[in-house]
């Protein structure tokens, strides 16, 4: 099974990273849960139809008991692709990495992997915080990888740079480990190079080099991924691209 998850700076593009990779994953024949860890629960959209699953959280919240089954908190999207949100507490009132955790316990007690035996796992986590909840995604076995986004854009490549120190320093921990870094172009001056110095630095590598696209915005005001779009589309190649050589390193 591969266990990815994805962090990076707010509005990096993480979650069109994910749902994409995700689409890519299924359309490559595999078995694909994603599961969102974010308060705003807007990881699956686009592999929805634009239309949410809803989040864990607010099921717990309305029913006062934990739900019976996992379709009580899941939706199957494109390719089979089983989404599934996290959530977060009522503005104001709860910590939403408390709300993660609480998540994960539930999911574990539904027995979520045994029952739907995945060949992939894509964890889409809040923002550039690595700590408490949302940490949990790389610890106690959830994931293996982390995969880190990022453009060329100063706050993006300082994002890039605390998630992995955090991560190296839980590596006594036997948490999951950063594969690499995603570049998600945003066609700033001199971004590549911007880029591969800080991979230098930090001794990774750059698994995928996302261009911007405006098919990417066009299918996502259609609530779809490039992969349910138009599989043929350059864009669309370079994210399958992705999805075979992160199976191919697996193996």
Do not use: W
């Amino acid at each position: 099974m591969l266990k990815i998850a994805i962090y990076g700076k707010g509005g990096i593009g993480k979650s069109t990273m994910t749902s994409n990779l995700a689409a890519s994953f299924a359309y490559l024949g595999k078995k694909v849960i994603q599961i969102g860890c974010d308060p705003k629960a807007d990881s699956t959209f686009n592999l929805l139809g634009g239309h949410p699953v809803q989040p864990v959280m607010n099921y717990l919240r309305e029913h006062d008991e934990d739900p019976e089954s996992i379709e009580d908190i899941s939706r199957i999207g494109y390719g089979g692709v089983l989404c599934i949100e996290t959530g977060g507490p009522t503005p104001g009132l709860g910590c939403a990495g408390r709300g993660i955790i609480a998540t994960f316990s539930l999911l574990e007690d539904l027995g979520l992997f045994e029952k739907y035996e995945p060949d992939v796992v894509l964890y889409d986590v809040l923002g550039d915080v690595v700590c408490g909840g949302f940490a949990a995604p790389i610890r106690e076995g959830y994931a293996e990888q982390v995969l880190i986004v990022t453009s060329g854009e100063k706050m993006a490549l300082y994002a890039a740079n605390n998630i992995n120190t955090a991560v190296a320093n839980f590596a006594d921990r036997s948490y999951a480990k950063v594969r690499g870094i995603i570049l998600n172009r945003r066609n700033v001056p001199d971004e590549e190079a911007k880029v591969r110095a800080f991979a230098d630095r930090a001794h990774l590598s750059i698994v995928g080099d996302i261009p911007r696209s405006d098919d990417i915005n066009r299918y996502e005001d259609l609530g779809q991924t490039v992969i349910e779009g138009d599989p043929d589309l350059p864009i669309s190649r370079t994210f399958l691209d992705l999805a075979q050589k992160l199976l191919q390193d697996k193996e």
